[in-house]
């Protein structure tokens, strides 16, 4: 079992950041690929960014390409997702998730494991 935890949330201005965080514990080995997903009120959730293993490969959504920044750091069993340049639409809460894999999934329904979620609110 993997446990997840993010922070990291609040609120910010549209054309602010956040950076968000995800700590891993439990049966943290390697091979997992690590996700960040969202959720908007009355909305599925959707895909924001992934990253592999070794952190060589990532991978975002068109609709926050140029703007946000996904990075881990294995010796901590930590993710990041740095939001820049923030929009009223990224308004969500926000998921990590993981998943034992050597290729990187883009659907929720490809990972195994998932935090309890953290709030962003950007205001106009």
């Known amino acids: 079992q993997v446990q997840l935890v993010e922070s990291g949330g609040g609120l910010a201005q549209a054309g602010g950041s956040l950076r968000l965080s995800c700590a891993a514990s439990?049966?943290?080995?390697?091979?997992?690929?690590m996700g960040w997903f969202r959720q908007a009120p009355g909305k599925e959730r959707e895909f924001v960014a992934a990253?592999?293993?070794?952190?060589?490969?990532?991978y975002y959504a068109d609709s926050v390409k140029g703007r946000f920044t996904i990075s881990r750091d294995n010796a901590k069993n930590m993710v990041d997702l740095q939001m820049n340049s923030l929009k009223p639409e990224d308004t969500a809460v926000y998921y990590c998730?993981?998943?034992?894999?050597?290729?990187?999934?883009?659907?929720?329904?490809?990972?195994?494991?998932w935090g309890q979620g953290t709030q962003v609110t950007v205001s106009s």
């Open positions: 990253i592999t293993w070794s952190g060589g490969g990532t």
């Open positions: 998730a993981a998943v034992r894999s050597g290729r990187v999934r883009t659907t929720s329904d490809g990972y195994d494991y």
């Open positions: 439990g049966r943290t080995g390697s091979w997992y690929i």
